[in-house]
Structure formats: structure tokens, C-alpha cells
């Protein structure tokens, strides 16, 4: 209980226990809300902000899989590449490359095709693998980014709209009721906080996901320039 309430108890009684059961009364109404009357208040605006938290969902889902699944790899991959080369076995470590399912492996097995070929061409054709790579890493991330500031403007607009239906309200009509305009007041508060909230997991969502693309792109630097320092061996 906080000092306030403390000191209200303690000087009068009766108010605090005013005070509490409306407190209380607040507290069941809110829980007692539905949440669909709500997206219905909320107007037009809230059938984008709809669309845009169903897709923003779908594609956090749907890149996350994707993503941690090129993060998967097999143990001790560029080590064994690096046995079967220094062997002399370059279809073996061509076919491990094919059977491992991650863009590091796409990498190097594109840059062990080319072996015999200028260090330029291989650097190249690596880069060029890599750059495909990434791109298919990041496909639909820019929708989240985009999802991440359109839904807050559309929420603002729908609070606009909703709060000039109401003064319109206030100007047109004399004997004006309060529910009359507590649906324009209703349709602002619900399209500001529907806004905000996808918004925030999209933003959310995509941050979460350029980190995790960032990672995959320093493992797939990381075996492209081992096995650049391969082929690079005295001897090799």
C-alpha cells in the first residue's frame, strides 16, 4: 500500500474504503472488455493494422525457420574439406559440400569447382554465391521494417479520423450524449494502441532476425576466407 493510501486510511476511513471499491470496480470492468468489441470499435483502420499483424507474424515465423536452419552445421565441416583436399580427394569434398545443407557449404563447394582456375576467379565466384546467399537470407525483412513504421501511422490516423468524427459530433449536434461521441473517442484510443503494438513486433521482429542473418553471414565469411587460406597453403 503506498504512503498515500496509508494516509487517506488513516484520516478518513470511510473515503479509503470509497476509493477501494471503485478501484476494485475499474479493475473488474477492464478485466470484463472483449477484446474483438475492441478491434470493432476501433473502425476501417483497424483492417490493415489486421492484415499487417497476420503477415508481420507469418513472415517472423516463417524467415526464422529459415534462417536457423542455415545456421545448422556439421560438425567439423571445414575440416574434413581441408582432409579430403590436402588428400587429393576433391569429389569427396565436393560431395560433402552438396550433402550439407547451409549457405557456408554452397560457398565453399562453388569455390572447390573452380579449383585450377585463377585465385581471382574463385574469390569471385565465391563472393557471387555469397551474395545470392545473403539475399535469400533477407528476402521479406524489409516488409517488417516497413510494417514496423507504416502501423503506427496508420494507427495515428485512425486517432484522427476518429476524434474529428467526434468534434463533428460536438459542433453538429445540441443535446448531445455521451455515448454519441464516446465512439469517436473509442475508435481514436483502440487504432492508437492497436498502431503501436504491431508496430513494436515488427520492429521487434526484425531486429531479432538481421541479428540472427548477421551471424550467418560472419560463419559464412568465416569459411570462405579458411578455405581461401586453403588453397593458399605452400605446396597447394
Known amino acids: 500500500m503506498s504512503a498515500l493510501a ?8 470511510e473515503v479509503a474504503e470509497t476509493l477501494a471499491e471503485g478501484a476494485g470496480e ?21 483492417i ?5 499483424s497476420i503477415l508481420t507474424i507469418y513472415i517472423f515465423v516463417e524467415r526464422l525457420l529459415t534462417i536457423n536452419k542455415s545456421l545448422k552445421d556439421e560438425k567439423d565441416f571445414m575440416v574434413k574439406v581441408k582432409d579430403y583436399l590436402m ?3 576433391v569429389d569427396a569434398a565436393r560431395d560433402l559440400c ?17 579449383i585450377g582456375k585463377p585465385m581471382r576467379d574463385i574469390v569471385s565466384s565465391i563472393e557471387n554465391v555469397g551474395k545470392l546467399e545473403i539475399y535469400q537470407l533477407e528476402k ?3 516488409f517488417l521494417a516497413t510494417a514496423a513504421g507504416v502501423a503506427p501511422m496508420i494507427g495515428f490516423l485512425g486517432t484522427t479520423l476518429g476524434m474529428v468524427k467526434t468534434f463533428f459530433a460536438l459542433k453538429s449536434e445540441t443535446n448531445l450524449e455521451i455515448g454519441t461521441i464516446s465512439g469517436g473517442i473509442m475508435e481514436a484510443m483502440v487504432t492508437t494502441v492497436a498502431g503501436l503494438v504491431v508496430g513494436i513486433i515488427a520492429y521487434s521482429a526484425y531486429n531479432y532476425l538481421v541479428a ?11 569459411a570462405s576466407i579458411e578455405f581461401l587460406d586453403l588453397l593458399n597453403e605452400p605446396g597447394k
Not at 496509508?6 to 476511513?13: A, D, F, K, T, Y
Not at 490493415?48 to 499487417?52: G, M
Request: no cysteine; glycine share 8%.
Open 212 to 222: 540472427k542473418v548477421d551471424k550467418v553471414i560472419h560463419t559464412m565469411e568465416g
Open 87 to 89: 588428400d587429393g580427394k
Open 98 to 114: 552438396s550433402q550439407t545443407n547451409n549457405p557456408a557449404a554452397r560457398m565453399v563447394e562453388k569455390g572447390i569447382s573452380r
Open 26 to 46: 475499474v479493475e473488474k470492468m477492464t478485466e470484463r472488455i472483449p477484446v474483438m468489441e475492441l478491434v470493432m470499435d476501433g473502425g476501417w483502420a483497424m
Open 48 to 52: 490493415p493494422l489486421v492484415i499487417l
Open 6 to 13: 496509508v494516509l487517506i486510511q488513516e484520516s478518513n476511513p
Open 140 to 142: 521479406r525483412l524489409s
